[in-house]
C-alpha cells in the first residue's frame, strides 16, 4: 500500500512537469 501510495504522488509531479512543458 505505502509504495503504491509513492508511486501515484511521483506520477501526480510527473504529470505537473509534463503540463508545464
Do not use: D, G, Q, W
Not at 508511486?7 to 512543458?21: C, G, T, V
Amino acid at each position: 500500500m505505502a509504495m503504491n501510495t509513492v508511486f501515484l504522488h511521483l506520477s501526480e509531479e510527473a504529470i505537473k512537469r509534463l503540463n508545464k512543458l
